[in-house]
């Protein structure tokens, strides 16, 4: 399993394997690109399949985290971290110490979050023994309200770019996944007016969106739904060739990463006739937010550089239609601009 081979590897400039037998530890921290030194990105906890999976994840990771620093303006490079193994059942704070002592070794070069699997109580454990950590409870607490608010910016950039609209007053959205960052959303866009349908595996997420008049289905039912936009907010891969297919949506805009199974996926989208919102500028809010606490930018510049998202996704919907080109490449291209000028 080397990375160097791995068709993630992207000329990553550090993969480390992290383990600490006595607390059960097994992590891989991927560095992207530094910028002035310094990364970021959430530590992702779940029970991967196998080793290599985790590596295809966290490789993939920090390069989404690079771009998503990029086309936010935020002068910090990619980053990632997935620990491997079931939170519920191996999340102890003799584990998340052990890792705080590998972020404190980096010094200053990795500043870790939340992510799947973690939380910003978690962040504030972390924050006994390291230093370099976001994200903690606190202080900013959640990162949820924050990347919903920017998906929200995200999601008025994509109904006018795809339905010439700036209101969501009957709008039909599916939402997948509504605890965290859907569960908020579901709030802000019941409170705009949207017609929701959800899905979730959890009972009580559900529950609390059907409280405020969202219909349920199952989890296998809502990429399909018959509806106007599709918003993923649970785990990444769900566009694949075969799930694009079956969409009646005709916009996605959503906080999963990692949204594509396949990169070919992208031009499928096109060729259904979906406009994608690329899920790194979509999900920058709570990258935004951590970078206030780390002390990188102002809450006055967060605030702004939040509510900014749904403007840099429409340049790329713009450069996209302009030069018939996926969204995605437009994406990477802007992306791939700014990098080169950090650097």
Known sequence: MSPFSHSEYDNHLRVS?????DSGLRAIHAIHRPVDGRTGGGIRFRPYASDDE????????SKAMSYKFALAGLPAGGAKTVIIGDPAKLKTPELLTAYARYVESLGGLYIAGPDIGTNADDMTELARTTRFVAGRSDLSGTTAIPTAQGCFSALKATIRAAFGRDDFTGLRIAIQGVGGV????????ADAGADLVVADIDQAALDAAAALGAKVVSPDKILAADVDLLSPNAMGAVLSKTSISTIKARAICGCANNQLATPDCAQALVDQGILWAPDYVVSAGGAIDGSKDAGLITAQESAAKIDGIGATLATIFDSAKRQNITTEAAAHALAQDLIGQFE
């Open 54 to 61: 985790a590596l295809t994840d966290v490789l993939r990771l």
């Open 17 to 21: 394997f992290v383990a600490d037998p």
């Open 182 to 189: 859907g569960g908020v959303l579901v709030q802000m866009l």
